[in-house]
């Protein structure tokens, strides 16, 4: 494995696929903002949790370009196609998986069964993340592909 190579496209392929997600906010494609719910899973405070949500979103890229590149490294090959469908998939169990476990574990979002408490303010993802907006899945999907697509396209083997 060429760390130097994980590191350096984890890094970039994150930073990417954070400002695709918080574009597609800031154009209203979506309500969804990654860094502010993992940050609020350990501040209340808005700033922080951007913050801190950051720092954990960027270390979950690192870490995730990790198993991207294990697979890489077992097929013997990468390339965008193979990194891009590799996103894909992740796309898929982040918003079929991840996003939907969210409320069991994080202290501050309600559940579709719980609603809203002083507590728990934050609004539960749904189903493939559409309580965020009907575009988020598709904006998710797009930004995965593109993280697997750049990690594939540029990761270099040792």
């Known amino acids: 494995m060429n760390v130097p190579s994980v590191l350096l496209w984890g890094f970039v392929a994150t930073v990417v696929l954070t400002t695709v997600l918080s574009a597609a906010r800031a154009l ?18 808005h700033d922080r949790a951007e913050f801190f949500g950051f720092l954990v979103h960027m270390t979950l890229g690192w870490l995730f ?3 991207y590149v294990a697979a890489f ?4 090959f990468a390339n965008v196609w193979l990194g891009a469908g590799i996103g894909v998939v992740h796309a898929f169990a982040v918003l079929l ?20 408490e002083l507590t728990r303010a934050l609004e539960p993802p749904g189903f493939l993340a559409l309580n965020y907006g009907r575009r988020t899945p598709v904006v998710t999907v797009l930004a995965h592909l593109l993280y697997g697509a750049i990690l594939g396209g540029f990761y270099r083997f040792a």
């Not at 979506?30 to 501040?43: A, D, E, K, Q, V």
């Not at 490294?73 to 013997?76: D, L, N, Q, R, T």
């Open 28 to 45: 209203g494609l979506s309500r969804m903002s990654i860094p502010y719910l993992l940050g609020t899973m350990f501040t209340a405070d």
């Open 65 to 67: 370009a990790l198993l």
């Open 73 to 76: 490294e077992s097929w013997g």
């Open 97 to 116: 998986v991840a996003i939907t476990w969210l409320p069991a574990f994080h202290p501050r979002m309600a559940s579709e069964r719980r609603g809203p």
